[in-house]
């Protein structure tokens, strides 16, 4: 029998599943329906040798010591600073807006005017939401919110979500505030980095233990099943954990409902040319029907006759048909989940963590530390 049954080999899962085979000594079986452990951060090599996200762009980047010391044990990293630009106006501009795609759009004596009015308003290495800064009541600045606002989050946030950015959560769209600086990065966290051997690589390192079983193409139910409170594993009354890392909504046969995604159908192609793009990521906020195209060698500085380049086509979440990636936040799911979560407690020997089963949009980095939080609160000197 083993002390602890996981549910998905993402990071959530494969944290938990490294944390308590090395440090607790535990028997671990993680299981995953897909062919592969990593999760949607699994990465592989085309057949045109490049590296590939196979479920779309995954950037590492923290501000967290604990976070990059603990993944630094499965891999080296190669130094990379993510760079995207929008396509606004026919021009290519650095995203997240900033004072440099200020002068890129405007001519010179308005650009250097607004910069002043930001600069004094905020102050010069600030960053303003979108949300807050459409708060303004200077005139000026208001020209330039509802301008960021129409050309970079209105329409790329309905292809995206099928929503306007202020029918969701307002954290969505902090996650790209405006930057009142020069700094053409898209993260401005102190670690950032790209794996060394990619991402699969350092799961496979992370899980590799003598107390670690991996199963893969499993699905949850055809070895787990709920009676009462209890689970059943393989016939027998489970004893030992459970840590769930997939939907929530599913492992409880959608008894409140479902919890609505949105997912991606990603259109990857290979170009016979050095270079596709500018920078990694071009995003389309206002023209055609995916929402940015990213260009994989550049995050690596990789040499290859050609190159692959992935369109991300936002989409409805379809149980059993595609892949689930975001939450949506809205008020009437996040009571929905309430009640899943509620329901779950009732289960003492059931840990729910990660994106799926804590309908939360966590980044990689959130979720590592959320999984280490998850260790030392429920399960060290257990
Ligand atoms: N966003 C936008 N325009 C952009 C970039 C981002 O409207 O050019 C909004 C959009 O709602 C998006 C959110 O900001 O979903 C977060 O963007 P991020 O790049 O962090 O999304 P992720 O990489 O997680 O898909």
Redesign the pocket.
């Known amino acids: 029998m083993y002390d602890v049954i996981i549910v998905g080999a993402g990071f959530a899962g494969s944290v938990l599943a490294h944390k308590l085979a090395t440090r607790q000594n535990k028997k671990v079986l993680i299981i995953d329906k897909r062919p592969h452990i990593g999760g949607n951060c699994f990465d592989s090599i085309d057949e045109h040798g490049i590296l590939i996200h196979n479920y779309?762009?995954h950037?590492f980047h923290t501000d967290s010591q604990k976070v990059w010391t603990f993944l630094s044990q499965f891999t080296s990293w190669h130094n990379y600073h993510h760079k995207?630009e929008?396509f606004i106006d026919g021009h290519y501009v650095p995203?997240?807006f900033n004072l440099n795609t200020l002068h890129k759009l405007f001519p010179r004596f308005m650009a250097e005017s607004i910069e002043k009015n930001l600069v004094e308003t905020y102050g010069y290495g600030k960053k303003v939401t979108?949300l807050e800064l459409q708060k303004t009541a200077d005139k000026d600045l208001r020209f330039i919110a509802d301008f960021i606002y129409e050309k970079?989050?209105?329409?790329?946030?309905a292809k995206?979500?099928g929503k306007k950015?202020e029918e969701?959560d307002p954290a969505?769209?902090?996650?790209?505030p405006v930057a009142i600086s020069k700094d053409d990065r898209?993260f401005h966290d102190p670690f950032q980095a790209m794996p060394q051997e990619g991402y699969a690589k350092l799961f496979e390192n992370m899980l590799s233990h003598e107390n670690i079983e991996i199963r893969l193409n499993t699905e949850f139910k055809d070895i787990l099943r709920i009676e009462g409170e209890n689970f059943i594993f393989e016939d027998r009354l489970l004893e030992g954990e459970v840590v769930f890392t997939g939907m929530i909504d599913e492992l409880f046969d959608f008894r409140f409902g479902t919890l609505p995604y949105r997912s991606?159908e990603l259109v990857f192609e290979n170009h016979e040319t050095d270079s596709f793009q500018n920078a990694t990521?071009t995003?389309y906020?206002n023209d055609y029907d995916y929402?940015?195209i990213t260009e994989f060698k550049k995050m690596y500085d990789a040499k290859h006759e050609s190159t692959t380049i992935a369109k991300?086509y936002p989409q409805e979440f379809v149980y059993g048909k595609n892949t689930p990636?975001?939450p949506i936040f809205t008020d009437e799911n996040q009571k929905r989940y309430e009640e899943y979560k509620k329901y779950a407690q009732s289960f003492k020997n059931l840990t729910l963590v990660g994106r799926l089963a804590e309908y939360k949009?966590y980044?990689m980095d959130d979720i590592v530390l959320r999984a280490l939080e998850v260790f030392e609160e429920r399960f060290a000197d257990a």
């Open positions: 779309g762009p950037l995207v929008g995203i997240p979108i970079i989050f209105l329409h790329y946030s995206q979500w950015i969701l969505v769209s902090a996650r790209v898209y991606i990521t995003n906020p929402t940015r991300e990636y975001y949009y980044d």
